[in-house]
């Protein structure tokens, strides 16, 4: 199967070479220049970013092919790998193929070189099938992807970037199950040797746990500075000493792994330390919140994508030669059901928002808009899929639909926006 994003470069190109037009500079603007106090804005390209309103020619290509592949590749087996609780090894193969596991990486390194809107496009269409997809994705491009290209050395960029683009799936692991909802309280250790870090402790609740070759892993590296003694490290699965232990059951989005870590006395390179010491505290915190945004996108597409089959599903014969019959939204009741479940819009009076805490270098305006953008959306998704359900008149345990699946899906990721 032919890459689509490989097909998208010549466009993707044409978008980067396009230069913002010059703001012009009438005698009037000149003249208020003079008068002006606030810093000069040269070019359009200067302004505050606004609300995406469209996309792109490439942002709506990159929505249908993804659309495309989920629905003839990944929808058939998605029902067996929720039973199974295993991602099927082939379709972890074909999104590589597909460029999708590489969509921000840049083309020198063999990924796609798109933007972060085109990876959340990619996501949200992939949870409209399955969200055990999607979540897979969205920690390997917008945690682990992400964190390698701004804060990995040239070397390990070199080293890393082209294999998480083709072959190799990546694991973020901050978790640890003392820390509770305090992340950063970790009693993770890594020691400095002589030839790089020795790195001992666990983590819990880690994703992408049994396909990853590829763990980036926040230990403390001097305890007595509390957060600020947390370090990022890159971990390969074939380590001394790092293992791979119990797999967890979950509610939803079964096929998608989720295991604890264990790492007793893990000798890790200096080269492969993530950035700089001491600093892993902020680069977790920046990308976790652009991460939030990833979690939207899934709530979103799984809303859409319970409310698009509640649509379409038929009720049970009532008898084994009864004729079919014809969809439930096709009543009154249920076609008005469905009908403000699609333009529901739970209420966020911007009072209740809480307010960023200080203690961490980060813009507060957006972490908590990513956090308020990922609550917001599953409140939406669990609208959805609470009301899909009953509309259909099947069973909430029926395996007939997706709907008791994408429901369960929703209510566990409930815990990971909170």
Not at 176 to 191: C, H, K, N, Y
Not at 204 to 215: C, G, L, P, R, V
Request: with cysteine; hydrophobic share 40%.
């Amino acid at each position: 199967m032919k890459s689509f994003t490989r097909a998208l470069r010549p466009a993707v190109r044409r978008a980067q070479a396009v230069t913002a037009p010059r703001l012009s500079r009438t005698p009037v603007i000149q003249c208020a220049r003079t008068l002006s106090t606030t810093a000069p804005r040269r070019d359009i390209t200067d302004l505050p970013p606004t609300p995406i309103t469209h996309f792109s020619e490439v942002e709506n290509a990159m929505a249908e092919t993804v659309q495309k592949f989920a629905n003839d590749v990944i929808l058939p087996k998605v029902r067996d790998m929720d039973e199974a609780e295993v991602m099927d090894p082939s379709i972890v193969e074909q999104l590589f193929e597909q460029g999708i596991m590489g969509v921000e990486i840049p083309e020198e390194y063999g990924g796609a070189g798109m933007n972060f809107t085109s990876a959340i496009i990619g996501i949200e269409e992939l949870a409209r099938v399955d969200p055990s997809v999607s979540v897979m994705v969205d920690v390997h491009n917008t945690l682990v992807n992400t964190a390698v290209i701004r804060w990995g050395s040239e070397a390990l960029k070199k080293k890393y970037l082209p294999k998480l683009a083709t072959n190799t799936v990546g694991s973020f692991c901050l978790s640890e199950p003392v820390s509770g909802s305090d992340a950063f309280a970790l009693a993770t250790r890594a020691v400095e040797t002589e030839h790089g870090y020795k790195i001992n402790g666990s983590k819990m609740w880690i994703t992408n746990s049994m396909e990853a070759d590829f763990f980036i892993v926040f230990a403390n590296i001097d305890p007595s500075k509390g957060y600020r003694g947390i370090t990022a490290f890159i971990v390969e699965k074939g380590m001394k000493g790092f293992s791979i232990a119990k797999k967890e059951k979950k509610l939803g989005i079964r096929a998608s792994s989720t295991c604890v870590l264990n790492f007793d006395d893990v000798e890790v390179p200096k080269e492969n330390l993530l950035g700089k010491v001491g600093e892993g505290y902020k680069y977790a915190i920046g990308i976790l919140n652009e991460g939030r945004i990833g979690i939207g996108a899934q709530m979103t597409g799984l809303a859409l994508g319970a409310w698009e089959n509640a649509v379409n599903t038929r009720s049970p014969s009532p008898t084994p030669r009864s004729p079919p019959p014809a969809p439930s939204s096709t009543t009154p009741p249920v076609r008005r059901r469905l009908a403000r479940t699609l333009s529901w819009t739970p209420p966020w009076p911007s009072s209740t928002l809480p307010r960023s805490p200080a203690a961490f270098p980060v813009s507060p305006s957006s972490g908590w808009a990513a956090w308020a953008s990922s609550v917001r959306a599953w409140l939406r998704s669990s609208s959805v899929t609470a009301r899909s359900v009953p509309s259909t008149r099947v069973p909430a345990t029926s395996s007939l639909t997706p709907l008791p699946r994408l429901s369960r899906s929703s209510t566990l990721l409930k815990a990971v926006v909170v």
